[in-house]
Structure formats: C-alpha cells, structure tokens
C-alpha cells in the first residue's frame, strides 16, 4: 500500500446508515497532515482512510486522482465526468443501491456516508464541491489487484470462504468463488437488478460485490439522463462476465478448470451458456 497525502475539510453529510461511524472528510493534498492509504493503482479514487474493531477498513471514494499530480483531471467525454472525482448523484446511487442489494442477502461493502466537502473546485468554468461515498469492507483488495499482492495474502481470505459462505470446503476454491457469484447474480436478476460493472474489478476477495454507481433496480431505475449514459439491456452479459471473473481467481490461485462443473452451477440457478 502506498501512503497518500490529504487534508482535512468542512463537510455536509448528504446520505447516512444508522451504523455509521466517524466521518472521514479528506481530500487529497500534497501538503496535507492526513494520510490515506492506496490499495494499489486498480483504485484510481479510492483509498483506505482507516481500519477499525472486527478487522474492517474504512474506504472513501472520490477523494481525488491518486497517480498523477493532479488531484483530478477533466476529460472531453462529458462536462463533469472527471477523473478523480465522484458525482453526486453517482455517489447517491451506489449508496442507495448499495443498501438495497445487501438487504436481499448478497455481501457487499457496508455503506455509512454520503459527504460533500466545503472546497470549491472549478472545473470548465463551473465551481463544484467534492463528494465522498464513505463504506466499510472486510477486505480492501479487488479481484484485480491479484498482481500487486503477495500470495499468502490472497490465500488468507480465500481460506475463510466456505466458513463464511457455508460452502463444501473440499471443493477447488474457484468453485466455491463460482457458487457465491453465480448465487449472487441469480438473487440480483430475479430481483430485477442490474449490476451494470460485474468484473474482477468490483469484486473483493472476500467475495464482497461493491460499485453500484451504475446499477438500476424497479425501486430506483435508470432516469432519462442515466439511460443515455448506460445501456440497461445487459442482462445476459452479466452472466459471462461472472463466467470471466471465475476464471480469473482459478487463474490466479492456479487451479485447473473443468468447464463442465461451472456449467453444471450457472445451470443449477437457471443461466444456460
């Protein structure tokens, strides 16, 4: 993890979950007294910003881009859409969904804050404030982040799996991953729910589903304007990206595959591929 300099803001809080903590209205600085920590470079706008009682982390989103000098970079694609930053009302979003699909069960991320920061930024000619998505996690590390990690720390949280998951301990672990994901996707789909950004990327290795920025429900669908942004007839794509992410753990833990058995499993929740 690399340490990453911040400072201290005035702040309002937007959204919260009863079980919320301390709040953690950091922004980064190069001058500041505050330190976040970074995952690894996976997490662009994302870090650690502490770790507390029953081995949780504390993680806030949207604190500024972490791996250039800028504390964030605008692009042409939209007006706001900025690197390092987070949009309200795509921080309102993930944490709204966010709660809706940990009540039907699934293990994500453990939403507490939405926060605005007092610090005006002006980006194009427009002034903005910054917004946090403050979430707690057992595992801080992706799917993804497989190469920045050493390998005994994978295999740390791939050991509690079929304890926290009550799943047969003697199967190959990138088939006690695939009962989780598969078992997650057929809850979310029969609940109408579209992830919209199932990868290695928004999975944690504790098999936690997080990013829900993107996500609709019949609760809170897609507005006009999000339903130019993201398609939401993606449905069947989330099944071969969970298929992708399978492959990704036996990849990493160097596991041999048998297609058969994840076919057998996509079937067992009534997905055929």
Same mark, same amino acid.
């Given at each position: 993890?690399?340490?990453?300099s ?43 910003? @502490? ?8 993680? /806030? ?15 042409s694609?939209?007006?706001? @859409? ?30 507490? %804050? ?14 903005i ?11 801080? %590390? ?13 295999? /740390? ?10 799943? @047969? ?18 809850? $979310?789909?029969?609940?109408?729910? $579209?992830?919209?950004?199932i ?14 920025? $993107? ?10 304007? @999000? ?14 990206? /969970? ?6 753990i ?13 076919s057998?499993?996509?079937?067992? %929740?009534?997905? %055929?591929?």
């Open positions: 993890m690399k340490s990453i911040a400072s201290k803001y005035p702040y309002r809080i937007c959204m919260a979950n009863s079980e919320g903590g301390l709040v953690y209205p950091f922004f980064r600085n190069e001058n500041g007294t505050n330190r976040m920590l970074l995952v690894s470079p996976q997490h662009g706008r994302s870090f650690i910003v @502490d770790h507390v009682e029953s081995n949780r982390w504390i993680v /806030s989103k949207g604190n500024g881009l972490s791996y250039t000098s800028n504390s964030f970079i605008t692009t694609e939209q007006e706001l @859409d900025v690197w390092g930053l987070l949009l309200m009302n795509d921080a309102k979003r993930d944490f709204t969904l966010g709660n809706e699909i940990s009540s039907l069960g699934i293990v994500t991320n453990k939403m507490e %804050y939405v926060i605005e920061l007092d610090l005006p930024l002006v980006v194009r000619e427009r002034e404030k910054p917004v946090l998505l403050q979430y707690s996690v057992e595992c801080p %590390y992706r799917i993804s982040d497989a190469q920045f990690m050493e390998s005994h720390m994978i295999r /740390s949280f791939v050991k509690t799996w079929a304890v926290n998951y009550n799943l @047969d301990k003697h199967l190959p672990y990138y088939l006690q991953a695939a009962e989780v994901l598969i078992s997650n996707l057929s809850i $979310l789909h029969g609940n109408g729910i $579209l992830h919209n950004a990868s290695s990327q928004n999975y944690t290795w504790a098999l936690e589903l997080v990013d829900f920025e $993107l996500a609709s429900s019949p609760l809170h669908p897609y507005t006009e304007e @999000d339903a130019q942004r993201h398609v939401p007839d993606l449905f069947q794509r989330e099944i071969l990206q /969970s298929y992708q992410i399978i492959l990704d036996a990849g990493v833990l160097r596991e041999n595959v048998s297609f058969e058995c994840i057998n499993l996509f079937m067992k %929740y009534g997905f %055929y591929i």
